[in-house]
């Protein structure tokens, strides 16, 4: 099953579900909700759940396949930022067939893979809740309802408190840079931007190793 | 748990609890979220099954 992230809801995340053609469940969380009830910080992210509602694997970046290497001629018809986003996120570190691997196995074999994780690695393994984390999920809740209401100056300064609360939670700067500008560049609403960030930590610590 | 408001517009929104892990336990929240055409689905309608789920975002 799928869960789109998207504050824009379902006519933000309906184009691309309807063009998948998807056949398992495409849910909508427009307002993070995973992310708080669960410590996701990134997307793609992926959690496994057994048959009894059980989680197996706390969420951890999850590609399924590795990306096209978009060509040249792309590249080329794109706004310069947009080709610059591709070509730094072309250097971000990912494992999908270890991943896809480790997938396959639990599907099989269920309780007995060994990636399968015990009830306590779990909990452990999911995102530590700082005091800070847990004001700016409340920071990022508020921001969103008050740009629902149309609030836009309010709801920037909440996303902004978010940002510096929770500053290794991608979804939410990357969520409220898409809503001053689609294209996540630079703009006078926020500090930064996904291009400037990403060079400033690594491409290829976007996502952590994978620990399979 | 961190309770921030915007008082201009009596809104206050509530955080989750400090301390710990976003994991309490690894049973999984009984969430329920809409589907593409608006309806309600509950992720525990999905118990009898392995479930994959991954979360991604149009942006």
């Not at chain 1, 989680?55 to 310069?80: G, H, K, M, N, Y």
């Not at chain 1, 990357?174 to 400037?196: I, K, N, Y």
Request: glycine letters at 6%; charged letters at 25%; hydrophobic letters at 40%.
């Amino acid at each position: 099953m799928t869960v789109a992230l998207d504050a824009g809801g379902i006519e933000a995340a309906a184009p691309w579900i309807d063009r998948a053609k998807t056949t398992h469940p495409a849910l909508i969380d427009s307002t993070h909700l995973l992310g708080e009830l669960l410590g996701m910080v990134n997307v793609p992210s992926g959690i496994w759940i057994d048959m009894h509602g059980v989680i197996v694997r706390p969420p951890e970046p999850a590609f399924p396949w590795r990306p096209r290497q978009p060509s040249d001629e792309l590249l080329a018809q794109l706004p310069a930022i947009a080709a610059e986003q591709l070509r730094e996120a072309q250097k971000i570190r990912i494992e999908p067939e270890r991943y896809l691997a480790a997938l396959r196995d639990w599907v099989a074999r269920g309780s007995e893979s060994p990636y399968a994780l015990s009830p306590d690695e779990v909990v452990a393994r999911s995102r530590p809740r700082s005091e800070d984390l847990a004001r700016g999920a409340a920071c990022f809740e508020l921001a969103e309802y008050l740009r629902r209401a149309g609030h836009e100056r309010q709801a920037t300064h909440w996303f902004r408190e978010a940002h510096r609360l929770d500053p290794e939670n991608w979804t939410y700067r990357r969520q409220a840079w898409s809503l001053a500008d689609p294209l996540q560049g630079p703009t006078e609403d926020f500090e930064s931007d996904w291009l400037t960030d990403v060079r400033k930590i690594g491409p290829e610590n976007y996502y952590p190793p994978l620990a399979l | 748990m961190p309770l921030v408001g915007e008082e201009r517009h009596e809104v206050w929104a509530l955080g989750p609890e400090a301390g710990g892990h976003a994991l309490r336990s690894s049973e999984l929240p009984n969430i329920v979220l809409p589907d593409r055409h608006g309806g309600d689905f509950s992720l525990r309608s999905l118990r009898g099954t392995k479930v994959f789920m991954i979360a991604w975002a149009s942006w």
